[in-house]
Each structure stands twice: as structure tokens, then as C-alpha cells.
């Protein structure tokens, strides 16, 4: 039984890491799920019916039971579930050893798995665990954002903490009756220097995301900012050109006026007054920091022949910084242009709702095809998935920073696929 309960111990820390760490979904058919538990269950019974642990059986039922269980590329899935195998392997050694000194007072001769080990496999769980909510869970950082060569450090330096204490732990085991109560507390401190050495280099590797994130935010918000200076600078040589020619103008009319031709001026009027209107907002929301920002992409998509209709309207600014609201705004636009610039009927829909303690944006555009919104918005279909997916990610961090909320779905509009965002931002308790 012992055995069975080792492959559940097993199989349940796969299948957190991979899901809480690397962000994986279980498949939605559940008989490839149930096909994934039966795998781990025959392999224990395998090794109950046998007496063994073969590790070739080892590596079978774990490395199949994690490409039935997730969906993911096959590749992908087979290099993750032998790292996987290969690290957790080393951190249960360093648990299993723990135990035998703490508890038992030296090694145990026997290989075969005895009491000691599942509370081996529950210290390996809850490092995994605290590093999930102390590292991971409180940056907004997971596995799978984190740098092959920090992932390939982690396996490199547990490697060779395992090959020290294989050498310390066999002679320690052979003499440990020689030894004190000082050697046990050496012992100990050192396996928690290599816990902590672990933690260590996850910090700096996320330090080196949020970092990136910072420095990506930013060059974001300038390339957006740079690109409403560009527009509004030439609005402003259009204005200059205009109120230049304007001396022109009234002399036309009043010759026109003089030699009594009404209709004439009054063509002309409606001319000069159009061209005046390309000068003015057309979209007012209240905030004066969201008016340039819609208005910009307003420009953008009348030039790229997408329809763009802003409903609703603010009693007053929104609070939100410029930063803040370029970053928010400008992805979120940013990422709906490019998305309806695809399909046949390009339309992207913003509306404005404001309730006494918060105010909501909606942003509904047309795509392509409907989307899996749980686990396709913070990743880019773009092949540049370092520059293009970050902007995904600011909108969550942004709304977040706020103590707001999002809701994403894909829908279906008069038979046309749509995506739609939803964000709630409370008007008090800002950062």
C-alpha cells in the first residue's frame, strides 16, 4: 500500500507545480484525466504486486501521467515532467535526509520505502508551497516567465548539493555514533543553506522579471505617449496652416458677400466650418487624460476603416495618473485595433458606466475567432511573445495596483465573434 501512497504523494506535487508554477490547464476531456490517474495507480499497484520501485516504471507513469493530465505541446509536457522529476528527486533527498538525521539519528541501511518518506514528500510539499506564496503568487511571477538559465541554475546547483551530500551523508552515516549533538545542528543548518540557496536564486531571477517589466512598462507608456505627441503636433501645424490661411478666407467671403452671391457663402462657410471641425475632440468623456486617448485611437481607426464608437460619459477625472491611464487605455485600444483589423467587420465598441464608489470600462472588439479567455489573455499570439505579451500582463498589473478588478469573455454578437474586457476601478482607496 505504501507504494501507491508514494504515487499519489508524487503525482499530486507534478501536478501543482505544473498547474500553480507553469501555469498548465488539466484537459477538458476527463478521460484522458482519468486515463492520467489510472496510469499513477497501476504503476503503484505494479510495484505492490512486485515488491519494487523500479525507477524505469518511475519514469513512465510520471512522464504519461503528465501528458494526459495537461494540455500543452507534447514536447513541451516531456521536458517538463523529466526536469520535474529530476529536481523534485533532488529535494526529496534533501527531506529524506533531514528526517534520518533529526528523527532517526543516522541512515537507514534498508533502500526500500519505509514511514519516513511521505513525511519527506509533505516538507518537499510545503517548500514548494512556500515558495509558491512567498515568490511566485505575491510578484505576479510564475515558472514559465523565468529565464532558461535561471531554470538550467536551479538543476545545476541542486545537482551538485546532492553529490556533496551523498559523500557527506554516507560518511556521516558510518560515523554518526562518533559524533555530537554539534554535528546534527551542522548537518541541519546546512540542508536548510541549500533550501535557502534555492529561494536565493528564484529572487534574483525574479528580480530580473520585474525588472524587465519595469523597463518594458515604460518604454510602453513612452512609445504610446510619442505617439499622441506625434498626432497632436500635427493637429497643431494643421491649426497653425488653418488660422494662416484664415485671412484668405474672410477675404473671399467678403467678395463673395460683396457681389451679393448668398448660396456661394454660404457653401463656403460649411467648408471652412468642416475643416474646423477635424480640429476639434470629438469624443468628451469628462477626464481630459482619457479624451486624448480615445480621440487618438479614434484617428487611428478611422484611417484603418475600423469602426469606433464610445458610449457613456464621467462626471469628472477618473483620478487615475496619466501614467496610469496611457498604460491602461492605450494597451487595452492597442490590443483591440490590431485584433479587429483582422476581420471582415472591423468594430471596436468602448463604454463608460460610472456607479457612486466606482467607475467601469468596457472595451468590446471584433476577432477573428472566438478565444479561450482563461487561459489565452496574458498570452500573445504573436511569435515576438517578449514584447507583445507584456502589454497583456500591464493591463492586469495596472487594474490590480488599483484594487480594481477585470473580467474577460469571448462572445457572440449578431453572429460575429467579439472579445470583451471589463474593468471596475473603485474611485477611493488609490495607490
Wanted: charged share 20%.
Amino acid at each position: 500500500m505504501i507504494y501507491i501512497v508514494d504515487n499519489i504523494s508524487n503525482y499530486l506535487i507534478y501536478l501543482f507545480i505544473i498547474h500553480f508554477g507553469f501555469r498548465l490547464n488539466p484537459r477538458k476531456n476527463k478521460f484522458l484525466i482519468g486515463v492520467s490517474v489510472l496510469t499513477m495507480l497501476s504503476a503503484g499497484a505494479y510495484n505492490i504486486y512486485f515488491d519494487t520501485n523500479s525507477p524505469i516504471v518511475y519514469i513512465f507513469w510520471s512522464v504519461l501521467s503528465i501528458c494526459l493530465f495537461f494540455e500543452d505541446r507534447l514536447c513541451h509536457l516531456l521536458l517538463l515532467s523529466a526536469a520535474l522529476m529530476y529536481f523534485t528527486g533532488i529535494i526529496d533527498t534533501f527531506s529524506v535526509m533531514l528526517i534520518q538525521i533529526v528523527l532517526i539519528g543516522g541512515g537507514v541501511d534498508s533502500t526500500d520505502i519505509t514511514w519516513w518518506m511521505e513525511p519527506a514528500y509533505l516538507i518537499s510539499f510545503l517548500i514548494y508551497l512556500l515558495v509558491y506564496l512567498r515568490l511566485f503568487r505575491k510578484n505576479n511571477v510564475y515558472l514559465w516567465d523565468i529565464k532558461f538559465k535561471y531554470k538550467f541554475a536551479l538543476l545545476i546547483q541542486g545537482s551538485i548539493f546532492q553529490m556533496f551530500y551523498d559523500f557527506v551523508f554516507y560518511f556521516f552515516n558510518e560515523n554518526h555514533a562518533i559524533y555530537g549533538l554539534d554535528a546534527y545542528a551542522v548537518f541541519f543548518i546546512s540542508i536548510a543553506g541549500t533550501f535557502y540557496s534555492i529561494f536565493l536564486t528564484l529572487s534574483l531571477a525574479i528580480k530580473n522579471i520585474l525588472s524587465d517589466r519595469q523597463n518594458m512598462e515604460l518604454q510602453s507608456f513612452m512609445y504610446m505617449q510619442k505617439q499622441q505627441y506625434d498626432y497632436q503636433l500635427q493637429q497643431s501645424v494643421a491649426l497653425r496652416r488653418f488660422k494662416h490661411d484664415l485671412v484668405n478666407h474672410m477675404g473671399v467671403l467678403r467678395e463673395l458677400a460683396n457681389q451679393k452671391k448668398t448660396e456661394a457663402v454660404k457653401e463656403y462657410i460649411d467648408t471652412i466650418w468642416n475643416i474646423q471641425n477635424e480640429f476639434d475632440l470629438k469624443i468628451h468623456t469628462g477626464d481630459n487624460l482619457l479624451d486624448v486617448i480615445l480621440n487618438y485611437y479614434l484617428y487611428l481607426a478611422e484611417k484603418e476603416n475600423i469602426e469606433f464608437a464610445v458610449t457613456g460619459k464621467l462626471t469628472g477625472k477618473t483620478g487615475l495618473e496619466m501614467f496610469d491611464i496611457t498604460t491602461l487605455m492605450g494597451n487595452i485600444l492597442q490590443n483591440a485595433m490590431e485584433a479587429a483589423a483582422q476581420t471582415a467587420v472591423p468594430k471596436i465598441r468602448v463604454e463608460l458606466i460610472e456607479h457612486k464608489k466606482e467607475f467601469f470600462i468596457v472595451v468590446t472588439n471584433s476577432v477573428a475567432k472566438e478565444m479561450n479567455t482563461s487561459k489565452s489573455f496574458l498570452r500573445t499570439s504573436k511569435a515576438d511573445t517578449v514584447n507583445h505579451g507584456f502589454g497583456l500582463k500591464n493591463i492586469a498589473a495596472m487594474v490590480r495596483r488599483h484594487h480594481g478588478e477585470y473580467y474577460m469573455e469571448s462572445i457572440v454578437e449578431n453572429g460575429e465573434a467579439m472579445f470583451k474586457i471589463s474593468i471596475a476601478i473603485p474611485k477611493e482607496n488609490r495607490v
